[in-house]
């Protein structure tokens, strides 16, 4: 079954006269489960083509399909909750909130969505075990390395049990070891949950993990 | 919502100095708020207080000829047989004195020196002449059957240079319109801390004033005071008098300060008004500030579900936080500059009113109603002053938000 479901998107940038075509005509579908590396030089529209999909930003022209819906003709405040529900982030920058614990992080998504303390904790102590973090739930996260910090933000992303996890240049700020640890947690979790994730990178180290690989160039893809 | 208020209170706590002297723009704003309040609603409460213990009384009664701007001595200007009608209106439950008083206008002399003075005929006895009893400063105070005594304001004793004891030359109208001169000792000289009224009132046993100026057995006014403010309107209707004779108010015998009262109030709203923009401005670019410093962060809050109003929502938990912080610092530093104010009072010395009788030393007086008012004046100000950096923050796009710097 598709999760991610991409009908012939543009999307161009106007500053002042001049045109900045992104993505210029992608088709692409995501199965539910897959493992997948969005890769290509910079430029190319890896990070735009992510935030189409994660409804961060909207299209030019054609159409994109989430979970079955079709995510182009949302308001601003229907895509934010479908980001709520259905999709979760891991940035490049770790992007947690600095004033809230690693454990208040984890539970944000989950009190956005209503869920009750009891089910709350329950899911945050699950994560930050899954996530190898339990001993550090209440350290914020100045008090936390990078790689710990975006072991939170894999949690986190992780806690509403979205359909779909997208991550850009999750290891980009990480040195080697930590990178390949974040890389093993969500292929990890990836196995075990079946959550699709989707991340865009261009290090080699990296799409090693990755089942299956998608090419953009030039905001086209150019092997799927 | 409780974690709204969380976050909100942590992210105040990031930049404390930035919080804590925002927090005390809003305290100091609110503090001058009380404390000007409270300067006007003393010196106002003290100034009508005033007029109304010394001149005005409550009620008076008077014919309904008479002029009180010529302070006309006719027959048929004035309250006839007027012992009568005091006890009449004394019997009334909420009175607490009812005593007829004459006036004439007139002017002392001594030596070469000469003032005008306003001639006041009282009952010495009367509780509505304690004033002047209380506010003797040498001399004796006079007694009912004084007939050649004189009771003058310290301003007045300063001017012409007489001291209790001193022999003064008095002229005054009549009632047929001549002017009849006699010589009178200073019995005493008082002080109601009035410049207004001292400079100009002087107190002769009613009977001398009566003989004086041949209006006997009558009176310009019954002067007429209650056990408090407030019943007046509760009397006057109750009142039945002569249809010769007509009963006038407080509020009409002192209409010039009530006029003036009104404009004061006009000119304190302006300040009012300015100070609570101060506030709102450090308010404003207190939130700003943090919203431009937190984009970043807002775009995360957006990325993973957050709604534009819930954003609006933290921001503004952000003003009303400062808004309670500053509030409590408000109230605490406003009650302290009240009480410091009070310590000495505020003396401004004559400021050349006149027809308004301002005491000489200002002084603050905290009512519950002006605080909960310019309280709540502040608390509404400062939270509103969040929308204007809440609804930037939560119209950014989060695209354009997670590409800005940290």
């Keep these: ?224 | 919502m409780i974690q709204i208020f969380k976050m909100a209170f942590r992210d105040l706590g990031r930049n404390r100095r930035r919080s804590f002297f925002s927090a005390l723009a809003v305290a100091i704003g609110l503090a001058l708020l009380m404390l000007m309040s409270s300067v006007i609603a003393g010196e106002m409460g003290s100034a009508i207080e005033s007029a109304i213990r010394l001149s005005s009384g409550h009620i008076q009664i008077r014919a309904a000829t008479y002029n009180e701007n010529k302070s006309s001595l006719k027959w048929e200007d004035l309250v006839a047989d007027p012992e009568k009608v005091a006890s009449q209106i004394a019997a009334y439950s909420q009175v607490k004195a009812a005593t007829p008083r004459l006036y004439a206008s007139g002017f002392l002399s001594s030596g070469t020196q000469s003032a005008g003075a306003r001639i006041t005929g009282i009952d010495p006895l009367s509780p509505a002449s304690d004033p002047y009893r209380a506010g003797l400063i040498s001399g004796e105070y006079l007694s009912p059957d004084d007939h050649d005594s004189v009771l003058i304001g310290k301003p007045m004793a300063e001017k012409l240079n007489l001291s209790a004891g001193d022999k003064v030359s008095l002229s005054l109208n009549t009632a047929d319109g001549n002017v009849q001169e006699q010589t009178f000792t200073v019995k005493g000289i008082y002080t109601t801390d009035t410049y207004g009224f001292d400079s100009a009132t002087i107190f002769l046993p009613l009977a001398k004033a009566q003989a004086l100026t041949q209006t006997e057995n009558h009176a310009s006014t019954i002067f007429v005071l209650l056990n408090d403010t407030s019943l007046t309107d509760l009397v006057v209707p109750a009142l039945t008098v002569p249809a010769n004779l007509q009963i006038k108010t407080w509020r009409e015998l002192n209409a010039l300060f009530v006029e003036w009262e009104t404009m004061a109030q006009s000119y304190i709203g302006i300040f009012y008004m300015i100070i609570l923009a101060i506030t709102a401005s450090v308010i404003i670019n207190t939130l700003i500030m943090s919203v431009y410093e937190r984009t970043r962060e807002i775009g995360i809050l957006s990325a993973i579900g957050m709604r534009g109003s819930r954003i609006l929502g933290l921001f503004l938990a952000e003003s009303s936080l400062l808004a309670v912080g500053g509030v409590i610092m408000g109230l605490l530093l406003g009650v302290l500059a009240i009480y410091l104010f009070n310590i000495n009072g505020f003396y401004i010395g004559n400021m050349g009113l006149t027809g308004i009788l301002v005491t000489d030393t200002i002084r603050a007086k905290l009512t519950l109603d002006n605080t909960i008012n310019v309280t709540v004046m502040t608390f509404i100000v400062t939270i509103l002053s969040g929308l204007v950096p809440a609804i930037t923050a939560s119209r950014l796009e989060p695209v354009a938000a997670l590409r800005a710097e940290k």
């Design chain 1, 1 to 224: 079954m598709e999760v991610v479901k991409i009908e012939n998107i543009t999307r161009v940038y106007k500053v002042g006269q001049i045109e900045t075509h992104a993505l210029r005509g992608v088709n692409l579908t995501i199965e539910n489960g897959e493992f997948t590396a969005l890769v290509g030089p910079s430029g190319s529209g890896k990070t735009t083509l992510l935030q189409m999909i994660g409804c961060l930003d909207q299209p030019s022209t054609g159409r994109v399909f989430v979970d079955g819906k079709d995510v182009t003709t949302l308001n601003r405040n229907q895509r934010a909750d479908m980001r709520k529900g259905h999709i979760g982030f891991i940035f490049q920058f770790f992007a947690l909130i600095p004033t809230l614990s690693a454990y208040e992080n984890i539970e944000m998504p989950l009190l956005l969505n209503g869920h009750s303390p009891a089910e709350r904790k329950a899911r945050v102590e699950e994560l930050l075990q899954a996530v190898d973090l339990a001993d550090r739930a209440n350290n914020r996260p100045d008090q936390l390395s990078g790689g710990q910090q975006q072991r939170v933000a894999i949690a986190r992303a992780l806690a509403p049990k979205p359909a779909l996890i997208l991550a850009d240049e999750p290891t980009a700020n990480l040195d080697t070891a930590n990178g390949e640890q974040v890389m093993e947690i969500m292929t990890r979790l990836n196995k075990e949950t079946g959550v699709t994730f989707v991340f865009a990178t261009h290090d080699p180290r990296v799409i090693k993990y990755a089942r299956r690989v998608v090419t953009l160039r030039d905001g086209l893809v150019v092997q799927a």
